[in-house]
């Protein structure tokens, strides 16, 4: 309170609304700085996170070092476009090298219709089958289905030893990556299809898995909204044919067994390709992915 | 009896009914380090000051020198009262009032007149201007 009043001025003691009083703060309860405090640090929080967060859109280009552009990330869109999706029947195939990684690319088309077969005896319509690749594993000490396993609606395995999985139901392909997937009880409804494998992309990234060694590989993709199958033409490593699977634009992946199991293709001219080793010793449980006119 | 005493006994009487009328009656403590002054508000009528020291004048007629200087009763009173306690009002430098006495104020004689309701009347002198100030004041306030 100042002392400096002169004789020409008046002061009310005490109150509020006097002229030559100052006015005097309104007490602000403690919690409310509380609530200030917190919304300041939020605020913050958010401004920060934008401010420095590096998006794909923000990073600047590198020389040395150039980060992939989104068309180099789907090299394949073109060639996908320009397959003949009306009158063609037949597995379209293109080659490509990828990461130093050849592959090769099978893409069953129109009319291909996808199933599961079990046995070796029911790939041998090769008049009719465009496309087989081995599908599931078998257990190496008792040669059962490795995980779930649904046959034309018949479950013939159960139990999550892979978390890849592809279910055929009313024609139409899907892969994914679950533990579990409501496809399964799907398929033994709809006389469909469900196998397990080792996932190997899932939406758009890489999975990692533990085997090691390098061998032919194969897998089934959803790439550019179709499925198809890309093999490996040179041994590899799962890492690097995984990596390889997404730096060509595969979307979602499974793993299809390799190495020298066997598999066929029939072109658009008609010509048939056997893959991998077609007289070693069968399994009854060995199970194929087959596409047929 | 003395007449004094039967008067005083009827302003304790009156002044606490008056203080009973005052909704916001509070006291104020003007402490040193050998006494304390203990003075209920509503019986204040005015401080003057006198140089270092002030001088309480009671509605009972009775004056108390004090040894602080104005502006430190002013901010005892500041401190003491409560918010709704505005009834002091400090003139120029040499005054305090409790307004609920005011009785008369005359800008051309400079004078302002405090009654006690007892027939006592303190006539004061103040600078026009601060009178000028008071009266608008006083007419705001019953606006």
């Avoid at chain 1, 093999?231 to 634009?249: I, R």
């Amino acid at each position: 309170m100042k002392e400096d009043i002169n004789d020409n001025e008046i002061r009310v003691i005490g109150h509020a609304s006097s002229p030559k009083r100052p006015k005097r703060r309104p007490k602000v309860p403690w919690w409310a700085w509380v609530i200030v405090a917190a919304v300041v640090a939020v605020v913050a929080g958010v401004v920060l996170l934008k401010t420095f967060r590096t998006t794909p859109q923000d990073t600047v280009p590198y020389v040395f070092e150039p980060e992939a552009t989104e068309t180099a990330s789907r090299p394949l869109e073109g060639w996908f476009a320009s397959l003949d999706t009306v009158t063609a029947v037949g597995t379209a195939g293109h080659d490509t090298v990828v990461n130093d990684i050849p592959l090769r690319i099978y893409v069953p088309l129109n009319g291909a219709i996808p199933r599961l077969e079990l046995g070796y005896n029911a790939i041998n319509e090769r008049e009719r089958n465009i496309l087989v690749f081995q599908a599931a594993d078998i257990r190496a000490d008792n040669y059962q289905i490795v995980g779930a396993f649904v046959l034309h609606g018949k479950p013939l395995s159960w139990g999550l030893s892979k978390k890849g999985y592809c279910a055929i139901i009313d024609d139409r392909v899907t892969i994914g990556v679950a533990e579990n997937s409501p496809l399964f009880e799907l398929a033994t409804e709809k006389n469909g299809y469900f196998f397990r494998q080792y996932p190997l992309v899932d939406n758009g990234k890489p999975v990692e898995n533990e085997l090691k060694n390098k061998a032919i590989r194969r897998a089934l993709c959803d790439i550019c909204g179709r499925v198809a199958v890309i093999a490996s033409q040179t041994p590899e490593s799962f890492h690097d044919f995984t990596q390889a699977l997404v730096d060509v634009g595969v979307q979602n992946a499974i793993y299809l067994v390799g190495g020298t199991a066997i598999g066929w293709s029939q072109d658009l001219a008609g010509n048939g390709t056997k893959m991998g080793l077609w007289d070693t010793k069968h399994y009854k449980n060995t199970s194929f992915i087959v596409w047929s006119k | 009896m003395c007449k004094k005493c039967i008067r005083n006994l009827l302003f304790r009487k009156k002044s606490s009914t008056f203080a009973a009328e005052m909704p916001h009656a509070t006291h104020i403590v003007i402490s040193t380090a050998t006494d304390l002054l203990r003075i209920r508000t509503s019986e204040l009528l005015y401080i003057q000051s006198d140089g270092n020291y002030s001088t309480l004048i009671l509605s009972c007629g009775e004056a108390r020198v004090v040894t602080f200087q104005l502006g430190q009763i002013e901010k005892m009173l500041d401190a003491q009262l409560s918010e709704n306690d505005n009834n002091f009002i400090r003139i120029g430098r040499s005054l305090i009032i409790n307004q609920n006495y005011i009785f008369y104020i005359n800008l051309t004689k400079q004078q302002i007149v405090l009654s006690d309701r007892n027939e006592g009347r303190h006539t004061l002198n103040a600078s026009r201007e601060a009178l000028v100030k008071l009266k608008e004041f006083i007419e705001q306030s019953i606006q």
